[in-house]
Every structure is written in C-alpha cells, then in structure tokens.
C-alpha cells in the first residue's frame, strides 16, 4: 500500500515542483511557489490551488487569478451544432455576419460569463453559423475556443515537452534543436542506463537534461563545458531528484589537452586567491592607518568620549575581521570543493573508457570531436549535432583521414504534422523548414604495433608467375 501511495505522489503536483503550462501549442516551464504571480499568455494567476491535482489536469482562471480544475464537458452537443450546410459555397466573408461588437462582448466579460458562455453567444449571434459544414462549424469554434478560453493545462516535465517548448518559443538558445533531431541523437549515442557518456554542449542544458533522463540517475554523466561554468538552465526545468545530480559531473574543455597529454595538475590551487590575499592584505593596512590617526584624538575631548568612541572603532574592527574570515573561509570551502569536483571528473577521463559521446553546440564541431574521441573506448557511438552540413563535412573528412572510426553517416531528419480526423486527415500546411544534421559513427580500436606493416606490403607486390607455353620444334 505504501508502494502505491508513493507512486501516486509521483504524479500529483507538489509544492516546488517544476511543472510545464500547455495552452495551446504554447508551452512555459514554471516552479510551484505559494503566492507567486505567474503571466502566461497575457494572462496571470496563482498555482497555489494546483498542488494536490493530478499532472495534465487543465484548469480554469476564475476572477482573483485562482485556479479551479474545469468540469468535464457535456458529450452531448447542442442542437445548433447539428444543424449543418451542405457546402460553404454560397457564404461570404464580408464581417457582417456576427452580430455582436468588440464593445458588447467586453461586456459580457464584465458580467461575469466564461469562455465557453461567451462561445455559445457567438454563434447564437452569427447569421451564417448554421450554414457551414459540420467541418467548418468545428473550425469556427476550435477558433473562438482559443481566442475566449481562459483555461491552461499544468504536464509534467519531460525531454519532448522541454524541447517543443525551447523550440516553440526561444529556438536560438538550443541551436534550433528539433525534438525529433534529440531522440535521433539519444538513439544514435546509445544512451541507456549505467553508462559513461561525455556531453558537449551549448543548447541551455537541454541535450544534458535529456540524457540524464534517459540514464534515469545510474551511470555517470560528464559535462565538457566552455567558459567559466557549466550552463544548465534546462536541467532545472526537469525538476530531476537529488539523486540524479549525484551522477553529474563538469570538465572544462580547455583543459583536455592538458589531460591527454598527463600534465594536468588537479592539487594546483586558483591563482586568483593568492590576488585576493594580496588584496586584502592591503586593505587591512589602507583601514588601520585611518584607524591610528581617529585614535590620536585632542587634548581637548573628555576620557570618558575617549573611551566611548575607541571601544566603538574596536568592536566595528572585531565585526569587520570576522566577516572577512567568514568571506575567505567560504571562499577557501568553495575553491576546495571545485578542485575534488575537478580532480573526480579527470579520474573518470583517465580511464578512457566512456560508452557514449553528444556533441551539439554552437562551435565548430570538428576541434571538440578530434579532442574527445580519445577518450571513448572502442565500439562506441558518438553523434555529433551542427544547424549546418558544412561543418560535419568537414569532420566526416577529418575522420575518414585520421582512422579509427567506422559506420560514418551523415543524416538530416525530416518532420512533418499531420491532421488526424475523420473524413479529413491531410498534412499540415505548415511544416518546419529544417531540424540540422547528424554525424554518428562508430569507434575502433586501431593496430599501432605494426604501423610499417601495409605500406611495405603495397611497395613490394608479389611477383607473376610466367605462364609457359609449348613450342612446336
């Protein structure tokens, strides 16, 4: 029983989550907080009333910005929606069919009636409703339940609802990454549970989230990142358990070569702190001079204001030294935990045996990947992920040249929607135009004990034998 509670807690909304508002084709990633005012679609309102709720229960927005769970529609539909035209050809489009204005129904709004209400007025008022088809009837109100609705939908986040988001509303931060480009590249990369998979890239933390929740927190998962630290804005909209940060790790990718050729020295301390002691040094020495001179007071002030003011400057001395101790202490525990952090992620390098390497940023591919690949072991996948073909031509070539690399392809993924109804199923008329290219391939082990073994067989073939033929004497 307690097995089933935990299981059903899973999947209600708590306190902290991260969650992911769906209105539409509209996504936003939100955090539950009490009492936060959270704009969605030119609209705002309150989570607090959606804690307890299942995931992809659709609210509606009541007066006061409160949530309350919509009721399940009635199946039947009204009987103006049966009556229906047998073709549109004799309706026109002149704007004077409906006859409500933009002023009677900011009215209606005023006094209090719902989107579904403000639906049902509309076509009551419209004079060619009854006129269209029974398609385009379900056209007509699909259009006013997107304009007059004020519901929204809270889904729990995953991999494919993160990327359509990303995608949907900010492309440029994931490199234009298409969801089905991200599980072309999760399939191709092998990502499955207790493997090693290195991971570059600049797309928002959203490639990384997706193979940690591939792996599902067992293995280990090492972040190559460029800059000063490692971005992972994404990550934290998977709203993943503590135990999957446990399997994370960051390696700067400027010190790679440095790790391969064994001269990286992980016990080095930053050479910023001895700047910073240097520093404080000096302004200990810039406080007291002021200090000594405030101490030389006139003959003329009493022992008593003497005594009061130097005990003052003594105990603003003391707090001031002890903030800076507790400054330099935490920034002392800080340096001490990047440098084990450091030193764990290049233990996991040295090894050279990682399962798996993603690559998709916005750099050129080709340095990164000749610099990574030396860490997979043999018969391992890599993918690498560019918004162009140029660059992983390149890299195609580099790799064909260099060797130890087999099952090289180059792909570009192809998507396109579909409308699935009844009596109207057709393609969508807009589609997108392009979601990058692929470059997977395959790493072997190579045999460098003979390297003048082939050359030597190809300078010297074996000689012909002579075909002999008989003569006649």
Not at 183 to 212: P, R, Y
Not at 247 to 268: E, M, R, Y
Request: glycine letters at 8%.
């Amino acid at each position: 029983m307690a097995d089933n509670g935990d299981e059903e807690s899973m999947y209600r909304i708590k306190e902290g989550d991260y969650v992911v508002l769906k209105r539409g084709d509209i996504f936003k990633a939100v955090q539950i907080q009490t009492r936060k005012k959270v704009i969605f679609e030119k609209q705002w309102f309150f989570l607090d009333n959606a804690v307890g709720h299942l995931y992809s229960t659709t609210f509606e927005i009541v007066s006061g910005g409160t949530l309350q769970p919509q009721k399940p529609k009635n199946t039947e539909s009204s009987s103006d929606a049966k009556e229906a035209g047998t073709d549109n050809r004799n309706i026109l489009d002149d704007g004077k069919s409906q006859k409500l204005t933009r002023d009677d129904i900011e009215m209606l709004k005023e006094q209090g009636l719902k989107g579904q209400e403000i639906i049902q007025q509309l076509i009551d008022n419209s004079s060619t409703f009854r006129d269209k088809t029974e398609y385009a009837q379900d056209k007509y109100i699909k259009k006013k339940k997107k304009k007059y609705e004020n519901t929204v939908t809270i889904l729990k986040p995953s991999c494919r609802i993160l990327a359509m988001m990303y995608h949907g509303r900010e492309p440029g931060k994931i490199c234009h990454l298409r969801y089905d480009t991200l599980s072309q590249m999760l399939t191709l990369a092998n990502i499955h549970a207790g493997s090693k998979v290195l991971v570059f890239e600049t797309c928002a933390g959203l490639v990384l989230g997706a193979v940690m929740e591939r792996m599902g927190g067992y293995g280990s998962v090492l972040q190559m990142y460029p800059g000063g630290g490692p971005v992972r804005a994404g990550v934290e909209s998977f709203g993943f358990p503590a135990h999957f940060h446990d399997t994370l790790h960051d390696f700067p990718i400027c010190h790679v070569n440095a790790l391969l050729a064994g001269t990286l020295d992980t016990a080095a301390k930053d050479p910023s702190s001895a700047d910073s002691k240097q520093s404080n040094v000096a302004a200990e020495g810039e406080q007291t001079q002021p200090e000594a001179e405030k101490q030389g007071s006139p003959e003329e002030q009493s022992m008593e204001t003497n005594t009061g003011s130097d005990a003052g400057q003594d105990q603003e001395k003391e707090d001031k030294e002890r903030r800076k101790e507790a400054k330099a202490q935490e920034k002392k525990v800080k340096l001490e935990e990047k440098r084990k952090k450091l030193a764990a992620a290049a233990a996991l390098l040295e090894g050279r045996n990682a399962d798996g390497l993603v690559i998709a940023s916005r750099f050129h591919p080709c340095p990164v990947l000749m610099g990574l690949l030396d860490f997979l072991a043999p018969s391992r996948p890599f993918v690498v992920y560019s918004q162009y073909k140029e660059p992983l031509i390149e890299c195609y070539t580099k790799l064909r040249e260099h060797g130890g690399t087999v099952n090289l392809r180059l792909t570009d993924t192809w998507l396109r929607h579909y409308q699935v109804l009844p009596n109207r199923t057709h393609p969508m008329l807009l589609m997108s135009g392009g979601g990058g290219y692929l470059l997977s391939g395959t790493t072997v082990a190579t045999d460098r004990s003979k390297p003048a073994a082939g050359p030597e067989r190809t300078a010297e073939p074996a000689p012909k034998r002579l075909k002999l033929t008989d003569t006649v004497g």
